[in-house]
């Protein structure tokens, strides 16, 4: 079983909705990534959550992570265009934290019509 | 700074050949790391360094070998190559310490006929 699931596994928005993506385990994160990529590209990151209740956001993209830390969440605002993409999470699921191997998800594929 | 650079950027083997994927870092990690993302499966780790002369086997290293003779450099080999290695590979990196942010290269799309 996938033990980082995203979702949904893709979405398709009009230009200027807002919309959001999940991240969930059963298990502790202990520090969650969040990533885009581009179609052929490399993974951006975004941003990085670690303590529960963590909220963190840049220009137009909230990235928050549950008091319990298991599920992270993802939202844009007024999206556009250039927010098109799969957008990745990675975790840290190791007890005890500090450690550098990442379980990803599979990813969600955004697409945003003009 | 050039970032995590990978070459080539496409390949296409047959079945049975060997082939070396290039990863450089110019950031000064110690960290590096391999993955393969295969479609709708995510990111699976394959192998992974904290240093010179330090490897390990991450989720999905059978088909691969690696090795680390510098900082910056950090390349993957594949010895009889099979379809089932067909993917995208991705070199990341990170400094080692807490966050571990890991910072990626563009990636090599590989086929094996």
């Known amino acids: 079983s996938q033990e980082l699931e995203q979702s949904p596994q893709s979405l398709i928005v009009q230009e200027g909705k807002n919309l959001t993506i999940n991240c969930t385990s059963s298990k502790t994160l202990y520090g969650l990534y969040w990533y885009k990529q581009k179609y052929g590209e490399g993974l951006i990151f975004l941003m990085m959550?670690?303590?529960?209740?963590e909220e963190k956001s840049h220009e137009k993209i909230t990235a928050k992570l549950d008091e319990k830390k298991q599920q992270s969440s993802l939202h844009i605002t007024a999206s556009q265009p250039s927010h098109a993409g799969i957008y990745l999470c990675?975790?840290?699921?190791?007890?005890?934290?500090?450690?550098?191997?990442?379980?990803f998800g599979k990813g969600t594929l955004l697409t945003v019509n003009p | 700074n050039a970032g995590v650079t990978q070459t080539p950027k496409f390949r296409i083997l047959k079945i049975g050949q060997s082939m070396t994927l290039q990863c450089a870092q110019d950031m000064n990690h110690n960290y590096m790391y391999w993955y393969r993302q295969d479609p709708g499966m995510g990111l699976k780790l394959i192998y992974y360094?904290?240093?010179?002369?330090?490897?390990d086997k991450g989720e999905v290293p059978n088909g691969y070998n690696v090795s680390r003779s510098t900082t910056e450099d950090f390349p993957l080999r594949l010895e009889l190559a099979a379809p089932s290695q067909t993917s995208v590979y991705f070199c990341?990196?990170?400094?080692?310490?807490?966050?571990?942010?890991?910072?990626f290269g563009p990636g090599t799309r590989l086929t094996v006929t």
């Open positions: 990675g975790a840290d699921m190791n007890s005890g934290g500090s450690n550098y191997k990442l379980t």
């Open positions: 360094s904290v240093g010179a002369g330090i490897t």
């Open positions: 990341a990196s990170s400094y080692g310490v807490y966050p571990y942010e890991q910072y």
């Open positions: 959550l670690q303590k529960g209740g």
